[in-house]
């Protein structure tokens, strides 16, 4: 089955603690882009990737590290998590990333204590 | 830079009535626009896209340039469209930002049985 698997679905830490969010896709995507999804904020772009070795930041990459040394995988790291990241994450991607449609993870929710 | 507002967070509408989901933006160029929903405990997924002009599930969007519109239509509003409805533009001619979709921050839709 074509989907984007997210792990872990949740994940408590404490501040200072480093984390690793792992994403992977299995269709041969391009594309990939880590959101971050807060009450009353929406859904907010914090890096994406255009390709093997091409990464870019989006809208909040402060406190976010991510690499893309495959295709299929682009994880999300958190050098040194802090409260303020606690929230709902999304890794998404599409074939270029280019005005066809994204395909969504299920989510990790992260609590930073 | 481009922003994407979504003024209603909640909208509650009984079942049949028509539903209009607003979503207005900030951009000078020709964007191109989408709709995602996210239905409870299910991953955001693509809803429609304005490029494609097509009715996905009894919605309808039409990209309105004169009002910087693209809001999300239904006739007859059915229990099963309560979901989180989140608006989205991409900008095809910013280079390296093109890669970027900015969301709205979503708007609430319940449907009263």
């Known amino acids: 089955e074509a989907q984007v698997t997210q792990n872990p679905r949740y994940l408590i830490t404490v501040t200072g603690k480093k984390l690793t969010v792992t994403c992977s896709q299995n269709m041969n995507h391009e594309y990939m882009s880590w959101y971050r999804q807060d009450p009353g904020l929406g859904l907010r772009q914090i890096y994406y990737?255009?390709?093997?070795?091409?990464?870019d930041k989006g809208d909040v990459p402060e406190g976010y590290k991510v690499s893309r040394k495959e295709k299929r995988n682009f994880p999300l790291i958190l050098e040194s998590p802090s409260p303020n990241q606690t929230s709902l994450y999304f890794c998404?991607?599409?074939?270029?990333?280019?005005?066809?449609?994204?395909?969504f993870g299920s989510g990790t929710q992260l609590s930073v204590l | 830079a481009q922003r994407v507002t979504q003024p209603e967070k909640l909208l509650s509408v009984f079942k049949g009535a028509p539903v209009e989901l607003k979503c207005n933006y900030s951009?000078?160029?020709?964007?191109?626009l989408f709709w995602y929903v996210q239905y409870s405990r299910q991953r955001l997924q693509l809803l429609l896209r304005?490029?494609s002009r097509e009715s996905i599930k009894g919605f309808t969007a039409d990209l309105n340039k004169g009002e910087t519109s693209f809001h999300l239509k239904k006739p007859f509003a059915q229990e099963e469209d309560s979901a989180m409805y989140y608006c989205a533009l991409r900008d095809p001619y910013s280079g390296a930002g093109s890669y970027q979709l900015t969301f709205g921050k979503g708007t609430k839709l319940s449907v009263i049985p």
């Open positions: 304005h490029i």
């Open positions: 998404a991607s599409s074939w270029n990333g280019l005005n066809e449609k994204l395909f």
């Open positions: 951009y000078s160029g020709s964007p191109e």
């Open positions: 990737s255009m390709n093997v070795e091409v990464t």
